[in-house]
């Protein structure tokens, strides 16, 4: 009796574990509304997590968003400029015009503005190639 009990709590503990591997693997991607009506900390942000990096971008209107980069292995080399840009309703890319955040370390963040584009149909903001992730789409 005591060895089949064993075997079971075994056996749950393995399950337990591999399906924890499995999802770790998956992107991980969200939406937070709140009242814009109050401060910038309460407009919408979105979230991509993968491959051990976290992107958080908030829309602050007229064509400008504050971006943060956090991790907990490696140092984040990245000069956002490059690596970003909007993809409106229409297919079209918009390159960004300045990035004013840092580059390295575990955590950044800064403006990524861009020039005027109609935000009233939905677009993405795309970031390229961060952690080996050929794209994040953060869609609004």
């Known amino acids: 009796m005591r060895a089949s009990g064993i075997i079971i709590v075994l056996f749950i503990l393995?399950?337990?574990?591999v399906s924890g591997c499995l999802s770790?693997?998956?992107?991980k991607t969200e939406t937070a509304t709140v009242d814009k009506t109050s401060d910038p900390d309460s407009l919408e942000k979105k979230v991509n997590s993968e491959a051990?990096?976290?992107?958080?971008a908030v829309y602050l209107g007229s064509s400008a968003f504050d971006v943060k980069l956090d991790?907990?292995?490696g140092s984040?080399?990245?000069e956002m400029a490059d690596l970003s840009y909007i993809r409106d309703n229409k297919g079209?890319?918009?390159k960004p015009e300045s990035w004013d955040g840092g580059i390295g370390g575990h955590h950044f963040e800064g403006i990524l503005k861009f020039p005027g584009f109609d935000d009233s149909a939905g677009f993405?903001?795309?970031?390229?190639?961060?952690?080996?992730?050929?794209?994040?789409?953060?869609?609004w």
Do not use: F
């Not at 051990?52 to 958080?56: C, D, P, S, Y």
């Open 124 to 139: 993405e903001l795309v970031i390229q190639d961060v952690a080996g992730v050929k794209e994040r789409v953060l869609k």
């Open 52 to 56: 051990g990096v976290t992107v958080t």
């Open 71 to 73: 991790t907990h292995s």
């Open 14 to 17: 393995i399950i337990a574990a």
């Open 24 to 27: 770790g693997n998956e992107p």
């Open 76 to 78: 984040l080399d990245y």
């Open 92 to 94: 079209n890319i918009i």
